[in-house]
């Protein structure tokens, strides 16, 4: 039993398509994160939601909690994209974070 | 800006031989975690930390033993490898419990 599940676990793409990411779980939050690691293994942090939408340049993140959805959106997607994204959530209750398998990205030039 | 930075990058160890990864950060946060991150699932937390001189368990602790004894740094230990723990290691710190923010860039650990 995974609480948080991605889709899709692979996904490839001309340069320049916009791109979706989604995320969904199954346990009540207080927020929820999105992580970019490379392909030389370095995880960063991207944003951290609890509610409605944050943008940061090409990325775009949006959350619905009533649905325990969030998907991350790329514009403009360019080879430099490539990298696994990665969604997180803090439980609202008890001490738990949970990530999911992360979604592996390749932007074909 | 050094963030969080781990030693070693890499290392090969044989089944039952001992060692320690060091976590350093410089941007004076409270909570530390060291993380195991394996094919096909999520990474999942080993121990934590939420301030000098405390540790605690985490989702996966068996086999690992930490300390803190510097603010700054967080040493994750095996005492006795085994090919199970055979994983990438990532450790992490943050302004919050239980939400990492910064993340090293990895210890890529095989045991023979």
């Known amino acids: 039993k995974n609480e948080v599940e991605q889709s899709p676990q692979n996904l490839t793409a001309q340069e320049g398509e916009f791109i979706t990411i989604n995320c969904s779980y199954s346990v009540g939050i207080s927020a929820l994160h999105w992580l970019q690691q490379h392909p030389g293994g370095g995880i960063v942090s991207l944003f951290m939601?609890?509610?409605g939408k944050k943008k940061h340049g090409r990325l775009i993140a949006t959350i619905n909690i009533q649905e325990k959805h969030s998907s991350l959106h790329i514009t403009a997607s360019h080879p430099r994209d490539s990298a696994v994204y990665i969604c997180?959530?803090?439980?609202?209750?008890?001490?738990?974070?949970?990530f999911g398998t992360g979604t592996s990205l390749t932007v074909i030039p | 800006n050094a963030g969080v930075t781990q030693t070693p990058k890499f290392r090969v160890l044989k089944t039952g031989q001992s060692m320690t990864l060091l976590c350093a950060q410089d941007m004076n946060h409270e909570y530390m975690y060291w993380y195991r991150q394996d094919p096909g699932m999520g990474l999942r937390l080993i121990h934590y930390s939420v301030g000098e001189g405390t540790t605690a368990k985490g989702e996966v602790p068996d086999g690992y033993n930490v300390s803190r004894l510097k603010k700054q740094n967080f040493l994750l230990g095996l005492e006795s490898a085994a090919p199970s723990q055979t994983s990438v290691y990532f450790c992490a710190s943050g302004t919050r419990e239980y939400q990492p923010q910064h993340f090293g860039d990895g210890t890529r650990l095989s045991i023979l």
């Open positions: 939601l609890s509610s």
């Open positions: 997180a959530v803090r439980r609202n209750t008890g001490n738990q974070f949970y």
